[in-house]
């Protein structure tokens, strides 16, 4: 333990020779601590995906980790919240996918655990 004084400016040098002496050399800091390469960083395609189909009792189903994910996360009941899904649905993709599976307005569509109604307007 050292003590010290700014105030004064006492033991100052002798502190700072002491945290000096706690850090590694620089021959140490000039060593690679692992073996330098290549870093691969991988798109998981599987969890930007998404697939549409029907559920037995006729209505459209959309699935995938991405956008099923984004449903959980969704407070429906806050307006701003809901607008929010329904852009990032359009910006990947689900709402020209929908239209082509022929998606009609009023339809429920499931995502995740909930039930949405389609309507048009309210995604464009």
Do not use: Y
């Not at 004064?8 to 140490?28: F, I, M, N, Y």
């Amino acid at each position: 333990m050292i003590g010290v004084s700014a105030r004064e400016g006492t033991r100052l040098d002798e502190l700072k020779q002491a945290l000096a002496g706690l850090l590694p050399s620089v021959e140490e800091l000039a060593r690679p601590t692992e073996i330098g390469g290549v870093v691969v960083h991988r798109f998981d395609s599987a969890d930007a995906g998404f697939s549409i189909d029907r559920d037995g009792d006729g209505v459209l189903r959309v699935r995938g980790r991405r956008v099923e994910r984004l449903a959980a996360q969704t407070n429906f009941d806050n307006e701003e919240s809901a607008i929010r899904f329904q852009r990032e649905l359009a910006r990947i993709g689900v709402e020209r996918a929908l239209e082509r599976a022929g998606v009609g307005s009023g339809e429920l569509v499931r995502v995740g655990s909930h039930e949405l109604e389609w309507q048009p307007e309210a995604w464009r």
